[in-house]
């Protein structure tokens, strides 16, 4: 999309989200998905120098206006400097985004996020599904084949229960509970 059709279409979302009747739901489970994973991974980075200063935390948008895209992932971790601003995150400042996969639309977390994520250049997205107990981490954004425009060039599955790399951090998959509760 150009930048002109973003700023229009940025326009009319921001009118929406003014509206006191939009709102967003998701299932107890995702919720508690996204709560366990920030503590590990703030657990983690509390004890490491090198993040000292970065958070992870749920809600905030990330946006690249120059390509047209804005997301609002389940966690990021950013510098929490970088959010002290007016605006959205700039994805450049982004180094984790992670989604836990919705019951309601996980093609979204699959493919839209996997071509919009490594198009702005953020260089890790954990995708936590409950549905079938798996984790995929993606990495290291850069050019796909052909005229297909960036993507992710590693993928490293996981199934729940397992030790998850994720960049420098390690997941116990296990905290994770599937959809169907098991």
């Known amino acids: 999309m150009d930048a002109r059709t973003y700023a229009r279409m940025r326009a009319i979302a921001d009118e929406l989200m003014e509206r006191e009747d939009t709102w967003a739901v998701e299932s107890g489970r995702h919720e508690l998905i996204a709560l366990r994973l920030r503590r590990q991974i703030e657990r983690q980075m509390a ?8 958070v992870a935390r749920s809600g905030p948008e ?17 510098e929490e400097q970088a959010l002290d601003t ?14 836990v996969a919705a019951t309601s639309n ?6 839209e996020k996997t071509r919009d994520h490594p198009a702005m250049g953020i260089p890790l997205y954990l995708i936590i599904d409950p549905r079938d107990k798996t984790l ?21 599955d996981y199934a729940f229960g397992d030790a998850a790399p994720v960049g420098p ?3 116990d998959s296990g905290e994770f509970p599937a959809y169907d509760g098991s």
């Open 47 to 54: 004890g490491d120098p090198e993040w000292a200063g970065h």
């Open 62 to 78: 990330i946006e690249a206006p120059a390509i047209g895209r804005m997301r609002r992932p389940d966690l990021v971790v950013v």
């Open 86 to 99: 007016p605006g959205f995150l700039d994805p450049a400042d982004v180094a984790l985004v992670a989604e």
């Open 106 to 111: 996980p093609e979204n977390d699959y493919r």
């Open 136 to 156: 995929a981490v993606l990495s290291d954004p850069g050019p796909a084949p052909g005229d297909a425009g960036p993507r992710y060039r590693a993928r490293h």
């Open 169 to 171: 951090w390690v997941l």
